[in-house]
């Protein structure tokens, strides 16, 4: 066999060889711990292990994988300097007007041929190949890793040490390895976009996500529309109130919202009827479980459960109750509004001609979710669509006045003293101007 071709064929090796390394390289760093894991789980394989190994401590694996890379690249560009002397030069000074630069031409076309067949098979097709099968590639190459890491141990460790003394000298830390909640919302959005997650999923993550950040302020129903009992009305008032609003449970106050004294379900005074007894609200009473209004949603549904409790009154700094929450109220922040044969939303009205009477009680983020195009923006200085009108008038409301939001106009309706009650929206036929 001649010499050319065995020296074509050893750089031909060599390039493999590099391309094997750089895919193993890209596939290792760019494979996800939760993936390698869920291979674990359906699968055991020793390589899992030490692959999750390489990842959590890079520095060894990186040294050996350049040590390859280094080597195979000085060992074809030695066997590339052989051929430029013995074949290629003897080739070119055979041809006129050139053999007097024979030595810098041969040289030039070796390092340009090398160097192209280096970075596309050397280099980049290996990477895009290890990006494209990560997990796989990393499983396959983990082995030839370790192998090259005993064999050039003392290389490796000197290379690794190296590299930790310049990375404490500089005081780079270890990232960590940690996936932020807009990552996985971008992860969600793809993985709905290729049929892995579907619309009603994506949804119920994202609920889960902003449960997460929501206090009892958000969700609470506010003071104004909460349906009490004075706990000094007669048997009959109070048996009137409860049917006209069929609600299960109410709070029960003494001269004002502000002295609840406990809460009434409604079958413990249907109880009381059916055996014909005197309804006396004291005897009934459950015990109120009272929160602050800045507490977390998550926090209060582990101890409503704990608590054994389905409503809670929420009170400010100054103990003024503001509020109440209902276990009902929290499901919804991640499922969505649920309403039962019961419930009927009168908060909003549609008219004929496509406009809206709205309650200005209706929380912003309820009122996007019912009417898409609204886009109201969310802030801390207001809950309702109320507080939204307020905010932007900068004043006491007034029957007539209005505002103009994205597609719509808000015109203020009703008003009960300084309060607003009620407000109509108006569509735009084109979009407006924020």
Sequence with gaps: MDRPFLDILLIIVLIILNGIFSAGEIAIVSSRKSKIKEMMKNKKDIRTERLIAMKENPERFL???????TLFGTLASAIGGIISVKFVKPFLSRIPF???FDDTISLVFVVVVMT???????ELLPKYIGINYKEKIALWITPLIEFTSKVFAVFVNILSLSAMFFVNSFNLKKSEDQISEGEIMILLEEGRRKGVFGETEEKLIDGVFKFVDRSVKEIMVPRPNIYSINLEDSPDEILKYIVENEFSRYPVYKGSLDSIV?????????????????????????KPYFIPDTMEISLLLKEMQKRHQHIAIAVDEYGTTVGIVTLEDIMEEIFGEIMDETDVDDRIERLKDGSFIVDASYSVRDLNMRLEDINIPESSDYETLGGFILSRLKDIARGGEMIDHGMYRFIVVGVEGTRITKIKLEKFKKRQAV
């Design 63 to 69: 040294s050996a994988v350049q040590i390859g890379i």
């Design 98 to 100: 050139v053999g007097a």
């Design 262 to 286: 406990g809460l009434v379900y409604h079958k413990d005074i249907a109880k009381q009827i059916w055996l014909k007894n005197p309804v006396k609200l004291e005897k009934i009473l459950k």
């Design 116 to 122: 192209y067949f280096f970075l596309v098979f050397g």
